[in-house]
């Protein structure tokens, strides 16, 4: 298995970063952070995130914990878009969007990555 590999596409209104590898907090985080300098790097305020791990869903309290670094960075985008390809506790994810957005992040959840953009190239 990869322990982690990234993907990075700049189109006009967005980055897409998409990550594949295994669901560690460690992978969480770097994904994280590369994604935004990537937003920074290509002058962009959007974000469509795709993670693509595998392996167990993290504890609430790793996603606290990796959101809880990422949050200050996360409320400069004007939005950020998640899709969750794998995941073993449909939770999870809901937990992630509500403490980001609860802190003041611009996230949404989705199912695909074609409602991701869809929802990227509507305006706020």
């Not at 189109?11 to 994280?32: C, D, I, M, Q, S």
């Not at 995130?49 to 595998?54: P, T």
Request: include cysteine.
């Amino acid at each position: 298995m990869i322990s982690y590999q990234l993907t990075i596409v700049e189109l006009p209104n967005y980055v897409h970063a998409k990550a594949l590898g295994e669901r560690t907090p460690a992978n969480a985080l770097r994904f994280l952070e590369e994604a935004y300098a990537a937003c920074l790097k290509a002058g962009r305020d959007a974000l469509l995130l795709e993670m693509r791990f595998s392996g167990p869903s993290l504890s609430t309290m790793n996603i606290y914990n990796v959101l809880s670094e990422r949050i200050p960075d996360g409320r400069t985008l004007r939005k950020i878009a998640y899709v969750q390809a794998e995941f073993d506790n449909l939770a999870m994810p809901h937990f992630a969007e509500n403490v980001a957005i609860n802190r003041g992040v611009n996230v949404r959840l989705f199912q695909s990555v074609d409602s991701a953009r869809q929802w990227l190239s509507e305006d706020c």
